[in-house]
Nanobody, 114 residues
Framework: QVQFVESGGGLVQPGGSLRLSCAAS????????MGWYRQAPGKQRELVAT???????NYADSVKGRFTISRDNAKNTIHLQMNNLKSEDTAGYYC????????WGQGTQVTVSS
């Protein structure tokens, strides 16, 4: 089964930027549609962005124009470049296939606060 390790989160001021990374293992990465998800306290996990095997991307309306998802099939990794961060972006961020499997990584916490 595919496993995921996320990194790159932290504390950032509103308007700032972060770049998240996700390393996947245990499967044929290049065959998978990949996604970034997030879960804020007290809320359900939501899909943030997806990227197909060919590099086509889709974004939630709330992050469109601010976030960019990318992938490196040679390194079995995906990234999420987050710009112009807002307080409502505060959440744990997770990567997974799309549709998601039952196996989640530990996630990486993003906190946007002044």
């Amino acid at each position: 089964q595919v496993q995921f390790v996320e990194s790159g989160g932290g504390l950032v001021q509103p308007g700032g930027s972060l770049r998240l990374s996700c390393a996947a293992s245990g499967g044929i990465f290049s065959r998978y549609v990949m996604g970034w998800y997030r879960q804020a306290p007290g809320k359900q996990r939501e899909l943030v962005a997806t990227i197909t095997t060919g590099g086509n991307t889709n974004y939630a309306d709330s992050v469109k124009g601010r976030f960019t998802i990318s992938r490196d099939n040679a390194k079995n990794t995906i990234h999420l470049q987050m710009n112009n961060l807002k307080s409502e972006d505060t959440a744990g961020y997770y990567c997974n296939l799309w549709p998601a499997t039952m196996t989640w990584g530990q996630g990486t916490q993003v906190t946007v606060s002044s």
